[in-house]
């Protein structure tokens, strides 16, 4: 995976906020899906995969709502990951918790670490 191609996707000025404030310079929610998707094309990624892109890019850019209704109903560790950054940022540190643990083992947390 191209680092550059992701990397410009959650390129803005300031970084996310815990809580509900927006920040100029992100993108508006057609934005974000038109670029995460073209990201997509150009990764080639597709199916689940693609609807956690787009939610990582909808939630960076303010769009919490649409970031939510694509992975709360996916299967698997990536999507809880991705439900669980979007209730973190909400502030909703109960749901986080939940989904965070419904993670389990993941690679990312290792490197993380």
Do not use: K
């Amino acid at each position: 995976m191209s680092v550059g191609v992701i990397e410009s996707l959650f390129n803005t000025r300031e970084l996310a906020d815990l809580g509900p404030r927006g920040r100029e310079g992100v993108w508006s929610r057609e934005e974000a899906e038109r670029r995460a998707a073209e990201a997509a094309g150009a990764l080639g990624v597709s199916g689940w995969p693609l609807d956690c892109l787009r939610a990582l890019v909808l939630v960076w850019h303010d769009h919490p709502d649409g970031a939510h209704g694509l992975v709360q109903d996916l299967p698997g560790g990536d999507a809880a990951w991705v439900h669980g950054i979007i209730h973190r940022r909400e502030p909703d540190y109960s749901n986080a918790r939940y989904w965070f643990h419904r993670v389990g083992s993941h690679g990312l947390l290792e490197r993380l670490a």
